[in-house]
């Protein structure tokens, strides 16, 4: 990163209506970001891996290899960090430890599968709040792949058996509502700073890294990583919580964000493909189920981009 660069992290925010999108530059910012969302489909495998090491403990620890990845660079920048604009951080570190915090909480709160499934209505709600961007359209494709996906993960998260929610559980899932409303939220809104260099997800990570450890802390006990647990843990940072955010970030920044919102609904379906493909799952008919709804839904949502190929070519 040069001093041009570094220089750009002090603009204002930008809105879509400043300046209209290349259609070429949106189509590589969106496949940037979808590399995140294959990076995510490893995070049930490498948790697993993970063995018994608490949340936090494996966030802080996660994170901080992720914000190790990426922090040459920004150091480079030389003034930068002083430069982003302080709604930059609250965003930044809000969505990346917010997110993972009423997680968390919710885990604790309330069955696994109930959470789950509600936690994953992010990408819909990316989708909604999307409308809300100066210059973006919600068509009704676009909320008709979403929810196609809605219902694939669905289908994959409780393998066909339903959900029943239980009044005990109640803050559990207002916990993971409120884990949906974070991250939908911070990828949504990121679309107001592209100005900001994606190289800051890197103090985004180390602030998140140390928030999580703090709460380890308060809430946990340590548990020492043993051979293959930590490598886990270093795959972990390089990929679904580390490096998929710097591909997250600038695809949120400068790609289709509705397209992104379905697109990430391919990560639970490719999550499970993988569980499957190592032995730890077993392939079923949700699965191919899913897979038909999902790929469906992505098709539908990949309207637009799909008629501007065509007119490109």
Not at 64 to 77: D, E, M, N, Q, T
Not at 107 to 124: E, H, K, Q, S, T
């Amino acid at each position: 990163m040069n001093a041009r660069d570094a220089r750009a992290g002090a603009a204002p925010p930008e809105t879509a209506h400043d300046a209209a999108p290349n259609p070429a530059h949106q189509l590589r910012a969106t496949a940037i970001g979808a590399g995140a969302v294959l990076l995510w489909a490893s995070l049930a495998l490498f948790t697993t891996l993970t063995g018994r090491i608490p949340p936090f403990q494996l966030t802080a620890m996660a994170f901080a290899v992720g914000g190790a990845l990426g922090l040459p660079r920004a150091l480079r920048g030389g003034g930068t960090l002083r430069a982003v604009p302080r709604g930059a951080w609250v965003l930044g570190v809000g969505g990346l430890f917010g997110y993972h915090f009423f997680y968390f909480v919710a885990l604790r709160n309330a069955p696994a599968v109930d959470a789950g499934l509600i936690a994953y209505l992010w990408p819909l709600l990316i989708v909604v709040f999307s409308a809300l961007l100066p210059g973006e359209r919600l068509r009704w494709w676009h909320a008709a792949g979403a929810v196609l996906g809605l219902g694939g993960t669905f289908l994959l998260v409780t393998g066909g058996q339903g959900v029943q929610l239980r009044g005990e559980y109640l803050p559990g899932y207002a916990a993971a509502a409120v884990c949906a409303v974070v991250w939908s939220a911070y990828s949504v809104a990121n679309r107001r700073y592209p100005k900001v260099p994606t190289d800051m997800v890197a103090f985004f990570c180390l602030a998140t890294a140390v928030l999580a450890a703090v709460c380890h802390l308060l809430f946990e006990d340590t548990v020492r990583p043993e051979g293959g647990q930590w490598l886990a843990a270093l795959a972990l940072g390089l990929g679904p919580v580390g490096g998929a955010f710097y591909l997250w970030d600038h695809g949120t920044k400068h790609g289709d964000i509705r397209l992104l919102g379905t697109l990430s609904y391919f990560a639970p379906l490719l999550s499970t493909a993988l569980l499957i493909a190592t032995g730890r799952a077993d392939a079923s008919w949700p699965v191919a189920a899913a897979c038909v709804l999902i790929t469906g839904g992505a098709m539908l949502a990949s309207a637009d981009a799909l008629r501007a190929a065509r007119r490109r070519g």
